[in-house]
């Protein structure tokens, strides 16, 4: 057995498993904090909002057979109580989950569905999940959820409403 010159007394080959044992522990280590700081972890999820082909029920002219329009004529309200309302909101809940459905997902990752101004709905997914629904059949848009902030530091003298003559 070969013994190093410091007097630790360990043989050679149990310093190198020691070592290569430190390494790797620092290495996956150093993986996941690098994952954690980028705030993405392999399969973690975050909301996106999806959009599906289809007019919402305050833009429906009636092009599904059976289900009149439901657009408002000019300056009038969309009537929610009519027959034809709920027939088409139905038609796009079922519209729904058959593109989740072709994804290969199930309703539990929805969130909230939106059929007045917007047909979509949002949902949680992973990474995989969003790319596989951006390429389903019905899908017009997946986008995901971000938060912006607002840097309010210069705006007010960008604005002139600084100083004396300003608000």
């Known amino acids: 057995m070969l013994f190093f010159p410091d007097g630790t007394g360990l ?3 149990v310093t190198l498993a020691l ?3 430190a390494l790797t522990v620092l290495a996956l280590t150093a993986s996941a904090a690098a994952q954690a700081a980028a705030g993405a972890q392999p399969d973690s999820t975050a909301l996106y909002l999806v959009e599906v082909a289809g007019a919402p029920d305050a833009s429906y002219t009636g092009t599904v057979p059976g289900i009149p329009a439901t657009k408002p004529a000019g300056g009038a309200k ?3 109580r009519s027959w034809n309302y709920q027939a088409y909101r139905d038609h796009l809940r079922a519209q729904r989950a058959q593109v989740l459905s072709r994804a ?4 539990g990752h929805t969130v909230a569905e939106y059929s007045v101004a917007f047909n979509g709905f949002a949902a949680r997914l992973t990474t995989a999940q969003a790319a596989k629904l951006g390429d389903t059949p019905g899908v017009v848009h997946v986008l995901k959820n971000e938060v912006y902030t607002v840097d309010a530091v210069s705006t007010p003298a960008f604005l002139r409403l600084d100083g004396p003559n300003g608000v």
């Open 78 to 80: 969309l009537n929610q």
């Open 11 to 13: 043989s050679r080959p």
């Open 19 to 21: 070592a290569s044992a």
């Open 104 to 107: 290969g997902l199930d309703a």
